[in-house]
């Protein structure tokens, strides 16, 4: 009966360790990071492999469209359990041109802040 009673209080401690303090957790960043430096590198009229080379290879491209790319990029803070999120979208016309980005940083953000 005791070897019972000290594994159903062992499993019951366990169980909870995810929130046991002093237990470190790492931060989980998914996807493609992009800095407001490399967007502030792009201009209009750069070649899709010009742009590949600037932000690296999209996390989405979409198949119905060949001229859209996004850039998504996620993270959750181990410590705090935070998520945070930024997206681009960047667009090309149909000569393979760039023409349009859209989302969370915009050109010359970092020279207007």
């Known amino acids: 009966m005791q070897k019972v009673l000290i594994s159903v ?6 169980s909870g360790c995810s ?3 002093g237990v470190y957790k790492i931060d989980v960043p998914q996807g493609n990071v992009v ?3 490399m967007v502030d590198t792009l201009r209009p009229g750069m070649t899709q492999n010009q742009v590949r ?3 690296g290879t999209p996390l989405v ?3 119905f469209n060949k001229n859209r790319w996004d850039y998504i990029y996620r993270n ?3 410590e705090t359990g935070v998520i945070t999120q930024q997206t681009l979208t960047v667009l090309f016309d149909d000569e393979g041109k760039l023409s349009g980005m859209a989302g ?8 207007q802040q």
């Open 53 to 55: 080379y600037v932000l």
């Open 76 to 78: 959750q803070s181990g």
């Open 61 to 63: 491209t979409d198949s």
């Open 19 to 21: 929130e046991f303090p």
């Open 9 to 14: 209080i062992a499993a019951i401690l366990l």
């Open 104 to 111: 969370d940083f915009r050109p010359g953000g970092a020279q």
């Open 35 to 37: 800095t407001q430096e």
